[in-house]
């Protein structure tokens, strides 16, 4: 089966982009969704995004239509998917030699 290229990364920047539009932090998401708080961080940061039952209880707590949330994903695409900036809230550590 052929994988689309950047479709992982589309779907891990509009799920966070649409979950922090709520608000939400990645633990309530997964929890309010179901899902595990691994499984959420994964698919944020594009490691995962294979899973279209995840998906739809996502958007479900996103309070938008599956059909939205993967016009989004769509939309990203189009754009040239980026991989997620994961070390946005993370202090930077400096590397002595």
Known sequence: MEKILGLNWAIANVVKRLRESKGLTQAQLAGFAGLSEIYLS???????????????????VLEVSFG??????????????????TNRNRSKQSINP
Do not use: T
């Open 42 to 60: 994964s698919l944020e940061r594009g490691i995962r995004g294979d899973s279209i039952n995840a998906l739809m209880l996502i958007s479900r």
């Open 68 to 85: 939205e949330l993967m016009g989004q994903v769509e939309a990203e695409l189009a754009l040239g998917a980026q991989k997620p900036d």
